[in-house]
């Protein structure tokens, strides 16, 4: 054996050149009971649950919105794709229908006072985006 060389049961930090192994947090000593982990996988399991519960929770939060702002997409365009004849005002309600041609015309007549295939309210905020009004 090299003189470089320390038994493996010897305790020698060859950075500082020093016997350190009562600055060591665990047990140095061969008859030392050995280092075993407890319990790690039931915390990781544990943890793994929550943090999945909580990617999937943000996950339909996102998702919801998602859909949310794909159906406000699809009533902006149908109703900048429909019929309408006049200009319409930010902030004004307007009714979209179905003529006999089931081609999508705005009109600024109600429901209650006509007969057409009424579809849904509309109304045009400030950035020209057209808005589902809800009907409760």
């Given at each position: 054996?090299?003189?470089?060389?320390?038994p493996?049961?010897?305790?020698?930090?060859?950075?500082?050149?020093?016997?350190?192994?009562?600055?060591?947090?665990?047990?140095?000593?061969?008859?030392?009971?050995a280092i075993?982990?407890?319990?790690?996988?039931t915390?990781?399991?544990?943890?793994?649950?929550?943090?999945?519960?909580?990617?999937?929770?943000?996950y339909?939060?996102?998702?919801?919105?998602?859909?949310?702002?794909?159906?406000?997409l699809?009533?902006?365009?149908?109703v900048?794709?429909?019929?309408y004849?006049?200009e319409?005002l930010?902030?004004?309600?307007?009714?979209?229908?179905?003529?006999?041609?089931?081609?999508?015309?705005?009109?600024?007549?109600?429901?209650?006072?006509?007969?057409?295939?009424?579809?849904?309210?509309?109304?045009?905020n400030?950035?020209?985006?057209?808005?589902?009004?809800?009907?409760?």
């Open positions: 054996m090299s003189e470089d060389k320390k493996d049961q010897v305790v020698f930090n060859n950075k500082t050149q020093r016997y350190d192994a009562a600055l060591k947090p665990y047990a140095t000593n061969v008859g030392a009971p075993q982990v407890h319990g790690n996988s915390w990781k399991n544990r943890n793994i649950l929550k943090a999945n519960k909580q990617i999937q929770a943000k339909l939060e996102l998702k919801a919105e998602y859909d949310k702002m794909i159906q406000e699809e009533y902006n365009n149908l900048y794709n429909s019929r004849n006049f319409p930010v902030g004004e309600t307007y009714f979209l229908y179905r003529d006999k041609k089931d081609q999508p015309f705005l009109s600024i007549i109600a429901p209650s006072d006509c007969n057409f295939d009424y579809i849904g309210s509309f109304q045009l400030s950035e020209f985006v057209w808005k589902k009004v809800d009907e409760s």
